[in-house]
């Protein structure tokens, strides 16, 4: 039986991302809008901001700047 040639390189399903590079859009959101786009409850939401390193939040800010979102991205990791 004759060996078939073995392909040089190996393809991979997935492309890994640099961990700079978001595929979600930074822009002005609303906390609601992160929340539901985190997948929680907004109380749990704001419980997981609290953790944000450097995250500069006024205590009755509803709209998240764009540094602040690339912030939560890098800590919480982008929402699916």
Known sequence: MEQMEQPEQVFHMF????HNIYIMKI??????????MYNVHYD????WLKNVPDLDLKPA????????VEKIFKHLG???
Do not use: A, G, H, M
């Open 15 to 18: 492309q890994t991302v640099p």
């Open 27 to 36: 822009k002005v959101y609303s906390k609601t809008e992160l929340s539901r």
């Open 44 to 47: 749990t939401f704001k419980k």
């Open 61 to 68: 800010q509803r709209i998240l700047t764009p540094k602040q």
């Open 78 to 80: 982008e929402p699916d």
